[in-house]
Nanobody, 124 residues
Framework: EVQVVESGGGSAQSGGSLRLSCAAS????????MGWFRQAPGKEREWVAA???????TYANTAKGRFTISQDNAKNMVYLQMNNLKPEDTAMYYC??????????????????WGQGTQVTVSS
């Protein structure tokens, strides 16, 4: 079974930075997608960023220009560097892994492994 563990969440002021880390295990070969999603209270889960097996990164419009996703395939790690944080970034952030197939790394249903979440809180 795929196991995913996130870390690095915490509190930051508006304009500050945080880096989230994710360690994945329980599958062979490289992940087809590694991605980040977030969910704020009372809102739907939304896709934030993803990187695929070709090392192509994609971002939601809310993340583009501020967040950077990167991966270390050898270590099955993925990171999310978040700069210029805003209060609207406050959410539980989830790391996800697609190890068996994918068509669109922004679609939650593509992923077969999910972490427990790490909280990010941004104050004004």
């Amino acid at each position: 079974e795929v196991q995913v563990v996130e870390s690095g969440g915490g509190s930051a002021q508006s304009g500050g930075s945080l880096r989230l880390s994710c360690a994945a295990s329980g599958y062979t070969g490289g992940a087809l997608c590694m991605g980040w999603f977030r969910q704020a209270p009372g809102k739907e889960r939304e896709w934030v960023a993803a990187v695929d097996i070709q090392n192509t990164s994609t971002y939601a419009n809310t993340a583009k220009g501020r967040f950077t996703i990167s991966q270390d395939n050898a270590k099955n790690m993925v990171y999310l560097q978040m700069n210029n944080l805003k209060p609207e970034d406050t959410a539980m952030y989830y790391c996800a892994v697609a190890s068996e197939g994918y068509d669109d790394c922004s679609a939650a249903w593509e992923y077969n492994g999910w972490g427990q979440g790490t909280q990010v809180t941004v104050s004004s």
